[in-house]
């Protein structure tokens, strides 16, 4: 049994993930589209610490909020007029991409409320992810460590870099 | 009441929706990408949520959502670059303009 503070949050979140998202994809201003999607990785957040993740709403916020966002706006603001709207579509790309978003939810709903024994699983309560745990993963080399992948992304991360100065930079 | 598994895949499942409509109606290639974020969003939440109520004493999902927030970070840097660079040398951002790489 949740308590109904915890009921009351989660049904914000899921309102303000399902609006903001619709938001985000038929907004015309495209400033304002990246201000709704800067809501919905909020809320994403919100999502990660009601599940008891507080390490990844943490890097959600720091990652997505604080860095992809600012990238957003500052690429936006370099290639477009902010006041600008964009075209109206024509009905023909707008029916194409109803038609497979709504085929694609569907489908999945379809076989999410048809195979789900398991969905009405009640959420269990021992769950510990304290920081020593994961900090201990991401740098052990046992069964369930993650060095090997931890490396790898420093190396992803690095030739990000020198590939985003490259592709960039004033010739 | 309770909160099922269920009530946290069907937001994600029409996130994933609106990233796909997005993705296939925009035609500036920044709005593009941000309905790519919303995919990729969208598939985290997933993985956070079977970890949690499936097993909850391991955390795979969480591992892979943290790699997944990662690479997404790089990915998005990378396609911002490369769409100022693209801005640069033609001064458009609009899809259907961008024909000249097309064979």
């Given at each position: 049994?949740?308590?109904?503070?915890n009921i009351l949050m989660y049904f914000i979140i899921a309102l303000a993930i399902i609006v903001f998202s619709v938001l985000t994809v038929t907004s015309r201003k495209i400033l304002r589209s990246a201000t709704y999607l800067l809501f919905v990785l909020f809320a994403t957040a919100g999502i990660y610490f009601q599940l008891g993740y507080e390490?990844?709403?943490?890097?959600?916020?720091?990652?997505?909020?604080?860095?992809?966002?600012?990238?957003?706006?500052?690429?936006?603001?370099?290639?477009?007029?902010?006041?600008n709207n964009s075209e109206p579509l024509t009905t023909h790309k707008k029916w194409m991409g109803?038609?497979?978003?709504?085929?694609?939810?569907?489908?999945?709903?379809?076989?999410?409320?048809?195979?789900?024994?398991?969905?009405?699983?009640?959420?269990?309560?021992n769950l510990n992810v304290?920081?020593?745990?994961?900090?201990?993963?991401?740098?052990?080399?046992?069964?369930?460590?993650?060095?090997?992948p931890f490396e790898a992304?420093?190396?992803?991360?690095l030739a990000c870099i020198i590939g985003g100065v490259v592709i960039a930079r004033k010739r | 009441m309770e909160i099922t598994m269920l009530m946290y895949l069907i937001p994600s499942l029409i996130m994933f929706g609106c990233g796909v409509y997005g993705f296939?109606?925009?035609?500036?290639?920044?709005?593009?990408?941000?309905?790519?974020?919303?995919?990729?969003?969208?598939?985290?939440?997933?993985?956070?949520?079977?970890?949690?109520?499936?097993?909850?004493?391991?955390?795979?999902?969480?591992?892979?959502?943290?790699?997944?927030i990662g690479i997404a970070a790089a990915?998005?840097?990378?396609?911002?670059?490369?769409?100022?660079?693209?801005?640069?040398?033609?001064?458009?951002?609009?899809?259907?303009?961008?024909?000249?790489?097309?064979?």
């Open positions: 049994m949740d308590s109904v503070g390490f990844l709403g943490a890097v959600q916020i720091a990652v997505y909020a604080g860095g992809i966002m600012v990238l957003f706006v500052f690429s936006i603001l370099l290639t477009s007029r902010p006041g109803i038609s497979a978003a709504v085929a694609g939810v569907a489908l999945s709903g379809y076989s999410l409320l048809s195979y789900g024994a398991f969905l009405g699983r009640e959420m269990s309560s304290d920081i020593t745990r994961i900090g201990h993963a991401l740098l052990s080399t046992d069964k369930w460590g993650y060095l090997l992304i420093s190396i992803l991360l | 296939i109606t925009r035609k500036n290639m920044i709005a593009i990408l941000i309905s790519l974020e919303l995919m990729l969003n969208s598939v985290d939440i997933n993985f956070t949520v079977f970890n949690r109520y499936l097993f909850p004493g391991q955390m795979e999902g969480m591992m892979f959502t943290l790699f997944a990915e998005t840097a990378l396609a911002i670059a490369i769409v100022i660079n693209v801005f640069r040398a033609v001064k458009k951002v609009d899809i259907r303009e961008l024909t000249k790489m097309k064979f």
